[in-house]
């Protein structure tokens, strides 16, 4: 029988505690690291910790001696125990680019229009648009809904597959 693992279990942190260059912390499915306090803006600044507490799995909050508090979120934290989260999300950003671009590009084809044309209506530069089609730029949500209107779609039948 094959191990069973918690579900996200890599977004589940379990340990955290100060050590004498950062915060020493571990998620559920064991990995572990250090976030060096000069990458913590509020502990590099002369803060420092009186309090480190794990509110939920999914967040560190660290109280600071001025009473003031600064929370961690889990994403930022993995980031510093697992090498290939960083590159792994990067490739998941890029995916989801160049699908938006796809979707984008079908629709404006759908719609029978060109790229001049549908720029000139979302009221954004056809660079740009040929930016976004060719899933090399992550447009705002300003920009999207731009697109959407132009493009006489709901904004959900734009950015959802």
Request: hydrophobic share 40%; glycine share 8%; charged share 25%.
């Amino acid at each position: 029988m094959a191990a069973t693992m918690v579900k996200n279990a890599d977004r589940m942190m379990s340990f955290a505690q100060p050590a004498e260059t950062g915060i020493e912390l571990s998620f559920v499915d064991g990995l572990a690291g250090i976030i060096p306090f000069a990458d913590l803006p509020e502990i590099a600044a002369g803060g420092g910790i009186r309090d480190i507490e794990l509110p939920n799995p999914y967040e560190m909050v660290l109280t600071m001696n001025t009473g003031e508090t600064s929370e961690v979120p889990w994403d930022y934290a993995r980031d510093y125990c697992d090498p290939a989260y960083r590159p792994r999300i990067e490739a998941i950003a890029r995916m989801s680019c160049e699908n938006l671009g796809r979707r984008v590009r079908q629709c404006r084809k759908d719609a029978g229009m060109s790229q001049s044309t549908l720029a000139h209506r979302a009221e954004i530069g056809r660079a740009t648009l040929i930016r976004i089609e060719k899933g090399e730029h992550s447009p705002r949500h300003k920009t999207l809904s731009a697109i959407a209107k132009a493009l006489g779609v709901e904004f959900r039948e734009l950015v959802t597959t």
